[in-house]
């Protein structure tokens, strides 16, 4: 199992980047796909995830409505559009999956780094 992100940057505030996750090796539909971020000193958080379908998309509350977590089935990808892009954004972007059997991510991809600064 390969998860590889890519997609990040620097951007000024009020910006936007989308990152993408190439998925490869997860044969069943059983997983959830998702991001998770880490700033500099802080723990790893949760971003969004969204079913193997691309359906039943869920976001952390400090998204508000700026990012959107969608799946390209036919190309294996899944990809976060991030708008208004603010300096409290800026983390390490890590796209990660696990099956609807457990809570635990077990499938992490390198992380792609997001700056948002002016």
């Known amino acids: 199992v390969q998860l590889q992100a890519s997609g990040g940057g620097w951007v000024q505030p009020g910006g936007s980047l989308r990152l993408s996750c190439a998925l490869s090796?997860?044969?069943?539909?059983?997983?959830?796909l998702g991001w998770f971020r880490q700033a500099p000193g802080k723990e790893r958080e949760f971003v969004a995830n969204v079913l193997w379908s691309g359906s039943r998309p869920a976001y952390a509350a400090f998204v508000k409505g700026r990012f959107s977590i969608d799946r390209d089935i036919a190309k294996n990808l899944m990809s976060l559009q991030m708008n208004s892009l603010e300096p409290e954004d800026t983390a390490v972007y890590y796209c990660?999956?696990?099956?609807?059997?457990?809570?635990?991510?077990?499938?992490w991809g390198q992380g792609t780094q997001v700056t948002v600064s002016s």
């Open positions: 990660t999956a696990r099956h609807t059997s457990t809570s635990r991510y077990d499938y």
């Open positions: 090796g997860l044969t069943s539909k059983q997983f959830i």
